[in-house]
Each structure stands twice: as structure tokens, then as C-alpha cells.
T-cell receptor, first 109, second 114 residues
Framework: SQQGEEDPQALSIQEGENATMNCSYKTSINNLQWYRQNSGRGLVHLILIRSNEREKHSGRLRVTLDTSKKSSSLLITASRAADTASYFC?????????FGAGTTVTVRA | GAGVSQSPSNKVTEKGKDVELRCDPISGHTALYWYRQSLGQGLEFLIYFQGNSAPDKSGLPSDRFSAERTGGSVSTLTIQRTQQEDSAVYLCASLRSLGGNTIYFGEGSWLTVV
């Protein structure tokens, strides 16, 4: 079953702009992970944020986590055409890894 | 191995035939997951292994689906009497141990039932 919900479902931006997508979840979590998927194949791990962390950075990526609101956001700064992909959040509770439906990001050149 | 390896990469099969999908997790990873993703959809959990046992197989959609894991390593997902609705990408993932670790995915096996 899907626990997370991403918002928006789709996002189209100009190269160089920032892209922000949100994820909401329902139950308590150990950590939350963001993944990227190109062309419907394997998922590439982007970043993991633990339940006791509030913000994390990795290169052009910034992730926030608000456990009181049960939500997370992923910000991609200075987007590039290569960032075009689907992005999924996944929550971990014990062993259970639950995914949202994803946000499809299109970066226009 | 260096990453999670899945085979075959692509499989086209006739309706009613059985298929086997293989997953080689990262060496030393104790936890292994199978997910299914239909075109344009999110990931649907199928089964979770810890070592060779499957404490959660609640996501297997019917008794035509089964999975096993041997030696705490390789896992095989078997679909018997395939149906067209089984067409999807089947993704395998592995995790070193529970608690705060990154889960790594393979490239998936794309199954098309004609």
C-alpha cells in the first residue's frame, strides 16, 4: 500500500529554475528517502533524511522533513535538462518501505 | 556485487506461461524487497525477505505469484500462468540492515505478457 503522496503530480520548469516537490505521509517513520527514476527503470537513491533531522543538503538537492506535519520537501536548485525524471519519496517504518505515486518533472531547455 | 543485479532485463512471454525473475542483491545485504510498477504508476510492494525468510508477503497479488531466497542472497520471483495484467516492471531492492540505511534498487525486469 502507498503511504506517501507527492505533490504536484507533474511539474514543468525552465532550465535554471528551481523545482520543489512535496511528500506527505500518514504513519510514524524511521527515515524518509528520495529517489529519481528515469524512463521507468531502476530507482536512483538521492538522499536519506532521518526522523530526527530537519534538513539535509546534497549538491543541488535540499530536503526538509517536518515530522509534526508528516511532510517532506525536495528542492532541486538550478535545474538542468538531465533532471527530467520522476521523483519518489519513500518512508521507512521498521522494515516497511512505502512509496508515493511520484512527481514527474520536466525541465525545458 | 557492486549493485543490485536483475535478470532478465526484458521478457516477453505468452499468456499462460510461467516466468522467473532473478535478483542478485548487494553482497552482505540481509534485507531484500520486490516491488512492481505498472506503466506510469507508483511502486507496489510485493514481498520482503530478511535472510531467507519472508516475514511479509502481503503484497503478492495472487497465488500465481511466489518468491524464494536462498543462501541469504539470490532471490527468484516466479509468476505462474501469466496474465496480461501482470505486465509491469518488477524491481528488486536490497538493504544492508534495518534502521537508517539506504535501500538500493536494481534496474528492474520489464515483463510483457502478450
Amino acid at each position: 500500500s502507498q503511504q506517501g503522496e507527492e505533490d504536484p503530480q507533474a511539474l514543468s520548469i525552465q532550465e535554471g529554475e528551481n523545482a520543489t516537490m512535496n511528500c506527505s505521509y500518514k504513519t510514524s517513520i524511521n527515515n524518509l528517502q528520495w529517489y529519481r527514476q528515469n524512463s521507468g527503470r531502476g530507482l536512483v537513491h538521492l538522499i536519506l533524511i532521518r526522523s530526527n533531522e530537519r534538513e539535509k543538503h546534497s549538491g543541488r538537492l535540499r530536503v526538509t522533513l517536518d515530522t509534526s506535519k508528516k511532510s517532506s520537501s525536495l528542492l532541486i536548485t538550478a535545474s538542468r535538462a538531465a533532471d527530467t525524471a520522476s521523483y519518489f519519496c519513500a518512508t521507512t517504518n521498521d522494515y516497511k518501505l512505502s512509496f508515493g505515486a511520484g512527481t514527474t518533472v520536466t525541465v525545458r531547455a | 556485487g557492486a549493485g543490485v543485479s536483475q535478470s532478465p532485463s526484458n521478457k516477453v512471454t505468452e499468456k499462460g506461461k510461467d516466468v522467473e525473475l532473478r535478483c542478485d542483491p548487494i553482497s552482505g545485504h540481509t534485507a531484500l524487497y520486490w516491488y512492481r510498477q505498472s506503466l506510469g504508476q507508483g511502486l507496489e510492494f510485493l514481498i520482503y525477505f530478511q535472510g531467507n525468510s519472508a516475514p511479509d508477503k502481503s503484497g503478492l497479488p495472487s497465488d500465481r505469484f511466489s518468491a524464494e531466497r536462498t543462501g541469504g542472497s539470490v532471490s527468484t520471483l516466479t509468476i505462474q500462468r501469466t496474465q496480461q495484467e501482470d505486465s509491469a516492471v518488477y524491481l528488486c531492492a536490497s538493504l544492508r540492515s534495518l534502521g537508517g540505511n539506504t535501500i538500493y534498487f536494481g534496474e528492474g525486469s520489464w515483463l510483457t505478457v502478450v
